[in-house]
Nanobody, 126 residues
Framework: QLQLVESGGGLVQPGGSLRLSCAISGFTRDYRAIAWFRQAPGQEREAIAC????????NYADSVKRRFTISRDNAKNMVFLQMNRLKPEDTAIYYC???????????????????WGQGTQVTVSS
């Protein structure tokens, strides 16, 4: 069983930055990609960024493109999300999840992911 634990959330002013971490443990052999999702109150969980485990190819939702950067450290089984130029509308609980299907790069389709972490709260407010 794969376990994912998110950390790094907090309160930040608009225009600020945060770096989220996703620690991957347990049976790590088979996952093929990790994605970051977020869910704001009253809204559906949306995928915002993903990265292929072996090819390192990232993919971003339009809402975060050119502001957020996803990266990985396979030796440490960690995936990161650097969030810059944060906006109040970025306020949400952020989750990471794993995709076990072999594919080129990664997908932002929520149904392809499982083994969700517990989430970390990000609040952007002045």
């Amino acid at each position: 069983q794969l376990q994912l634990v998110e950390s790094g959330g907090g309160l930040v002013q608009p225009g600020g930055s945060l770096r989220l971490s996703c620690a991957i443990s347990g049976f790590t052999r088979d996952y093929r990609a990790i994605a970051w999702f977020r869910q704001a109150p009253g809204q559906e969980r949306e995928a915002i960024a993903c990265i292929g485990r072996y090819d390192g190819m990232p993919n971003y939702a339009d809402s975060v493109k050119r502001r957020f950067t996803i990266s990985r450290d396979n030796a440490k089984n960690m995936v990161f999300l650097q969030m810059n130029r944060l906006k109040p509308e970025d306020t949400a609980i952020y989750y990471c999840a794993a995709d076990f299907r072999a594919r080129l790069g990664c997908t932002l389709l929520r149904d392809e992911y499982e083994n969700w972490g517990q989430g970390t709260q990000v609040t952007v407010s002045s």
